[in-house]
């Protein structure tokens, strides 16, 4: 096999796991999360707790909204339509707290 075809590997494998990741962050919470990800044993558990808290929460929107991102701090969006355009990156700040 060539080196293309390793990489192209990784990448299924890769995309796999976090297709299967991504489906258990939305059926359960971190905490249960992190175990589902430590049980793959490919990470320490320190750093699965660390994955679990930093990725996203994806949930299907309702109406207008097609998606509901929760993530955990500010955040950097661009976007890119169908040709192949990149909008430009918005700055997207968690307001700071109530007082």
């Not at 796999?16 to 489906?23: C, N, T």
């Not at 969006?77 to 192949?84: K, P």
């Amino acid at each position: 096999m060539e080196i293309g075809g390793f990489l192209a590997l990784g990448r299924l494998v890769l995309g796999s796991l976090l297709v299967v990741a991504g489906l258990a962050t939305l059926r359960s919470g971190q905490a249960r999360f992190s175990r589902r990800i430590y049980a793959y044993e490919l990470i320490p558990r320190r750093a699965a707790w660390v994955l679990a808290r930093a990725t996203p929460n994806v949930k299907p929107g309702h109406g207008a909204i097609d998606w509901i991102i929760t993530l955990n701090g500010d955040a950097i969006v661009t976007a890119v339509d169908a040709s192949g355009n990149v909008s430009a990156p918005s700055s997207c700040k968690v307001p700071p707290p109530p007082k």
